[in-house]
């Protein structure tokens, strides 16, 4: 697993996209899987999570409190103690 601190509304769509990538699936794909657009995704994605989030990670900030996220790591990288 791989960790990632989230500071700004930013590290989330960032670590969205990385997450929704290691798992080989296109926007359209994770869109359909939970039932959006794909340009919801591509939204998202680009950083336009929505005013609650962005505020969220202000007040987190303010706090100094770090959000931290644990995204899975690449099939390629996991290495053989999988098996």
Do not use: C
């Amino acid at each position: 697993m791989v960790n990632v601190h989230a500071r700004k509304a930013r590290d989330l769509a960032a670590a969205l996209a990385v997450a929704r990538r290691r798992r080989g699936w296109s926007q359209g794909e994770l869109a359909d899987r939970i039932g959006v657009s794909r340009d919801y995704i591509g939204d998202l994605e680009s950083g336009q999570l929505g005013l609650q989030v962005s505020r969220l990670m202000r007040l987190f900030g303010e706090l100094g409190v770090d959000v931290v996220l644990t995204l899975p790591q690449p099939a390629d990288e996991s290495g053989a103690s999988d098996a």
